[in-house]
C-alpha cells in the first residue's frame, strides 16, 4: 500500500494480494481517520459481496473467487464502538461483461486497486437500530 495527499483527499494504492477492507481499516487506525467518504477502481479476487434481508436481519453473502474488475467503488467511514467501519458497496464486471454488485464486506486485490479517500473534519458515529437490525448513522451522538 502506498498513499499520497492531493488536496483535501489521499489516493490510496492497494497492492496485489493486500486485504481490500482490512487494508483500508488499518489506515483509517493508523491516520486516526474518524469519518470520511470513499470512491475506488481497480482488479480484485475472491469478493465477497452481500445483500441485506430486513425481514430477516441478515445478509444473503456470496464469494466470487474469479479476478474481477472493480467497476465503482463507494462508501463511507464512521465508527462504531470507536473502531473504523467503512461502509462499501461495490460493482464488479468479469470476462464476459457480466457484472454483480452489493454490500462489499472484504475482497483481495488481483492486480491493484486505486481509491480516492477524503477524511471527515468531525467524529460520525453509527448506532444499532433494532428496527433495521443495522448500525446505523446516528447524528445525535
Given at each position: 500500500?502506498?498513499?499520497?495527499?492531493?488536496g483535501?483527499?489521499?489516493?490510496?494504492r492497494?497492492?496485489?494480494e493486500?486485504?481490500?477492507?482490512?487494508?483500508?481499516?488499518s489506515?483509517?487506525?493508523?491516520?486516526?481517520?474518524?469519518?470520511?467518504?470513499?470512491?475506488?477502481?481497480?482488479?480484485?479476487?475472491?469478493?465477497?459481496?452481500g445483500?441485506?434481508?430486513?425481514?430477516?436481519?441478515?445478509?444473503?453473502?456470496?464469494?466470487?473467487?474469479?479476478?474481477?474488475?472493480?467497476?465503482?467503488?463507494?462508501?463511507?467511514?464512521?465508527?462504531?464502538?470507536?473502531?473504523?467501519?467503512?461502509?462499501?458497496?461495490?460493482?464488479?464486471?468479469?470476462?464476459?461483461?457480466?457484472?454483480?454488485?452489493?454490500?462489499?464486506?472484504?475482497?483481495?486485490?488481483?492486480?491493484t486497486?486505486?481509491?480516492?479517500?477524503?477524511?471527515?473534519?468531525?467524529?460520525?458515529?453509527?448506532?444499532?437500530?433494532?428496527?433495521?437490525?443495522?448500525?446505523?448513522?446516528?447524528?445525535?451522538?
Amino acid at each position: 500500500m502506498d498513499t499520497k495527499s492531493i488536496g483535501s483527499g489521499v489516493l490510496i494504492r492497494l497492492d496485489k494480494e493486500e486485504s481490500l477492507v482490512a487494508s483500508l481499516v488499518s489506515l483509517a487506525v493508523k491516520k486516526e481517520w474518524k469519518s470520511g467518504q470513499i470512491t475506488g477502481i481497480g482488479a480484485l479476487k475472491n469478493v465477497e459481496l452481500g445483500v441485506y434481508h430486513l425481514d430477516r436481519q441478515t445478509y444473503d453473502k456470496k464469494v466470487f473467487p474469479e479476478i474481477v474488475e472493480l467497476l465503482s467503488l463507494q462508501g463511507n467511514l464512521s465508527l462504531v464502538e470507536d473502531k473504523p467501519l467503512f461502509h462499501l458497496h461495490a460493482i464488479c464486471g468479469d470476462e464476459n461483461f457480466n457484472c454483480r454488485g452489493g454490500h462489499l464486506f472484504e475482497a483481495k486485490v488481483a492486480i491493484t486497486c486505486e481509491i480516492l479517500f477524503t477524511p471527515g473534519e468531525t467524529s460520525v458515529i453509527r448506532t444499532r437500530n433494532e428496527k433495521m437490525g443495522l448500525n446505523l448513522l446516528d447524528f445525535s451522538k
